[in-house]
């Protein structure tokens, strides 16, 4: 595995002050070796020319948060970080990549969660280059890796979990965003690690039931909501008779055995129970009549 060296190259600046110190003294030279009588000297000159124009081959430029990536005839030579004008060897290939925080979101991914049901998924996947080399020279192109292994990672994750919360499961998909997200973004960087990527944030962006099972969902969950609120009402209904009888019995206001406390407790659940308000019925003879 390739891992990355970086390399500091010289200032550019300071490498172009000198050649255009020396471009014009090696111009200057030729005639002057030439009237001198001396060919060696102007061999010389036209030598330190050539050299000094090859060199001008070698500067570069460095963005913030970009990196050159230096090759020699295949040979992997490190990378450059440093921003700014540089100068490295004119032999050197320069490949420019970006160390810059980047987005990419999937499609609606069509899948079944691990209850067998089909929904539809998207995630998005926030990283960043952090190991130029590996990302280079370790996969054929990391913008396609990094796509096609966040997606891959979207779908295992699906499969391991409910969309909806089960008695038999402690994690779904809707009812734990965060802790799906924390995992998520693991599976995602252990896919991309061999690439140099950094996954800063993994969050799911899209979540819902396959058209063809939304409409049954739905009153599944409707049937669910209508299911806790009645047992909601109806252990609120308990303890409102319970505290009217221990009232009555504590305030000595009547006495009722316990067919008179059955029939209270049956006629206070239907008021306190019923869809309808109760229509009263006032009894002005004796309770036992």
């Not at 003294?25 to 090859?54: D, K």
């Not at 810059?100 to 499609?107: A, C, H, L, P």
């Not at 739905?218 to 009232?247: K, N, P, S, T, Y």
Request: one cysteine or more; charged letters at 20%; aromatic letters at 6%.
């Amino acid at each position: 595995m390739i891992r990355e060296r970086e390399r500091h190259a010289p200032s550019g600046w300071l490498v172009l002050t000198f050649l255009l110190v020396v471009i014009p003294l090696s111009l200057l030279g030729v005639p002057v070796a030439l009237s001198l009588a001396s060919p060696l000297g102007a061999v010389l000159s036209l030598l330190v020319l050539a050299v000094a124009a090859v060199c001008l081959g070698g500067f570069f430029v460095v963005n913030p948060n970009e990196a050159r990536v230096l090759q020699l005839f295949g040979a992997y030579r490190g990378s450059v970080r440093d921003a700014g004008l540089r100068w490295a060897s004119p032999f050197f290939s320069k490949l420019k990549i970006s160390l810059r925080v980047r987005n990419f979101e999937s499609g609606r991914l069509k899948v079944n969660d691990s209850d067998g049901n089909p929904i539809e998924i998207a995630a998005v996947v926030v990283w960043r280059v952090v190991d130029t080399a590996e990302a280079l020279f370790e996969v054929d192109s990391y913008d396609d890796y990094v796509k096609v292994q966040s997606e891959a990672a979207v779908r295992n994750l699906a499969t391991r979990y409910p969309y909806d919360t089960h008695p038999d499961h402690e994690l779904s998909l809707r009812g734990n965003t965060a802790a799906v997200a924390v995992e998520l973004q693991k599976e995602v960087q252990d896919r991309l690690a061999k690439a140099g990527v950094q996954v800063v944030e993994a969050r799911l962006s899209h979540l819902a039931y396959a058209p063809e099972i939304a409409g049954s969902m739905l009153r599944r969950q409707q049937a669910g909501a209508v299911v806790a609120a009645r047992q909601r009402i109806v252990e609120g209904a308990v303890g409102m008779v319970e505290m009217a009888l221990e009232l009555l019995s504590r305030s000595n206001m009547v006495t009722l055995d316990e067919d008179r406390k059955a029939a209270m407790v049956s006629n206070l659940l239907v008021v306190l129970c019923g869809e309808r308000d109760a229509q009263p019925v006032v009894n002005t003879g004796s309770i036992y009549q």
